[in-house]
């Protein structure tokens, strides 16, 4: 996998298809020429599976028992975009134990598949920047030191250190991508969605925190792109690469923006009290995604925009 483009019609699967991130890079691999199976949990109407461009989809765990099928009816796979895993801080908080299977014990299978049935496909490992942990001011580099400041960011590393291990050992072809805060239309989830939540329910929100904490946002449609940009540069060295716009932003400024593109003058207040396992800062050093000519298409200020038109909008689907 050391070309600069995926080859046209490559048969490709995303685990964790299912969910927020994977919905979206499924279709923008099948919009590039890319062949897209699936697999994780959940129902898939016929209609809503053909929008989302997969021609196979399987309901079900990340197991010899499901991969098999899937290759023998599709071909070679050439690379698995490696989705599936826990989702959030707060679940990992909560039951920890839960958040270790979804996250490690998926990927030691999924690799341990590739070893024994498949070891020329590629695994594009998709992490978090939670693995860097609090300690860190101003961008981040792929080589910073980790320290995760929660259980799903210990949970994360651990699965890079499998991936590399699989890499070292038995020359799997790996590349861990590093997503910083991912957000768009289609997340039912965290910030975003607690605020339009709460403006549609009370006209105000009350946040935990201080409001000063700094993400690093990024479009969903441009963190599709990347991955897809990313998955020729697997190797058995299992380079690290990071998933942002190398731009900070205050949640208090979030707020305000989508306060602002809700309308009316919705409140919003902080508690001040820090949540757990929650970072002050996570800015990416996106140097090396802009050298390979990655460069996010969707402003923040737009992309916000959009997501509460998606919100409002969203009975209608």
Same mark, same amino acid.
């Given at each position: 996998m050391n070309h600069t483009e995926l080859t046209a019609g490559a048969t490709l699967l995303v685990t964790g298809a299912h969910g927020f991130i994977g919905r979206h890079v499924c279709r923008h691999l099948a919009d590039n020429g890319a062949r897209v199976c699936g697999i994780g949990h959940g129902n898939w109407p016929a209609a809503e599976l053909t929008r989302s461009g997969l021609i196979h989809w399987v309901n079900g765990e990340i197991a010899a028992a499901n991969l098999d099928p899937i290759a023998a009816l599709h071909g070679p796979l050439a690379a698995v975009v490696h989705l599936a895993g826990g989702a959030t801080v707060g679940a990992s908080i909560s039951a920890p134990l839960e958040d270790f299977s979804r996250t490690c014990e998926t990927t030691g299978r999924l690799l341990e598949w590739i070893r024994l049935r498949s070891p020329h496909t590629a695994v594009v490992a998709i992490s978090s920047a939670a693995v860097y942990g609090a300690a860190h001011r101003g961008p981040i580099a792929e080589s910073a030191r980790t320290e995760p400041y929660s259980p799903y960011g210990v949970h994360k590393l651990i699965m890079e250190m499998l991936c590399r291990s699989y890499a070292r050992e038995f020359g799997i072809a790996t590349l861990i991508l590093r997503l910083f805060s991912v957000y768009g239309e289609g997340l039912r989830k965290q910030l975003l969605w607690d605020l339009c939540s709460a403006f549609e329910t009370r006209g105000a929100?009350?946040?935990? &925190?201080?409001? +000063? +904490?700094?993400?690093?946002?990024?479009? %969903? !449609?441009?963190?599709?792109?990347?991955?897809?940009? @990313? %998955? /020729?540069? @697997?190797? !058995?060295? !299992? /380079?690290?690469?990071?998933g942002g716009t190398g731009r900070g932003t205050a949640v208090a400024?979030?707020?305000? +923006? %989508?306060?602002?593109?809700? &309308? &009316?003058? /919705?409140? %919003?207040?902080?508690? &001040?009290?820090g949540r757990p396992g929650d970072p002050p800062s996570l800015i990416a050093d996106s140097g090396n995604a802009a050298a390979l000519g990655f460069e996010p298409q969707i402003a923040l200020q737009r992309g916000l925009r959009r997501y509460v038109e998606w919100f409002r909008s969203r009975g209608a689907e």
């Open positions: 929100a009350t946040l935990g &925190g201080s409001g +000063e +904490e700094l993400r690093d946002w990024i479009h %969903v !449609a441009d963190a599709a792109a990347l991955i897809r940009r @990313a %998955v /020729p540069l @697997a190797s !058995a060295q !299992a /380079p690290v690469l990071n400024t979030i707020a305000r +923006e %989508v306060a602002s593109a809700w &309308g &009316g003058t /919705p409140a %919003v207040t902080f508690s &001040g009290v």
